[in-house]
């Protein structure tokens, strides 16, 4: 991950960590304005359905973060889904958000 400073490293081992803890297939986590990190899973329920990314950015404006400094999301995928991208952007349209694969090695910023 040398491309990405410290604190934006520490996003992507967050969002593989918790991805492989609850074996989802995506992690994500966040950094508010205040530097404090939400990270999240994949959430599959027959009633609620949420990306890793969207489940992140929920927790973060929960506990009453107002704007993001960055992101990152873990995941086979070659891209983050437009749904999970507007979630980040509804709170900073210019958060970088780092998208990296299952080894945590990043792939691109977004």
């Known amino acids: 991950m040398s491309e990405l400073d410290a604190e934006d490293a520490k996003l992507v081992t967050l969002a ?45 404006v929960s506990s009453g973060a107002e704007s993001l400094e960055a992101a990152a999301v873990v995941t086979e995928d070659s891209a983050v889904d437009a749904a999970s991208l507007a979630a980040v952007r509804d709170l900073s349209p210019s958060a970088p958000v780092f998208l990296a694969d299952a080894s945590g090695e990043f792939r691109k910023q977004v």
């Open 16 to 60: 593989r960590s918790v991805r492989a803890r609850n074996g989802a297939a995506e992690g994500a986590a966040v950094r508010d304005q205040d530097g404090r990190t939400y990270n999240a899973s994949t959430v599959w329920l027959p009633s609620l359905k949420l990306s890793a990314l969207q489940a992140a950015v929920a927790a973060a």
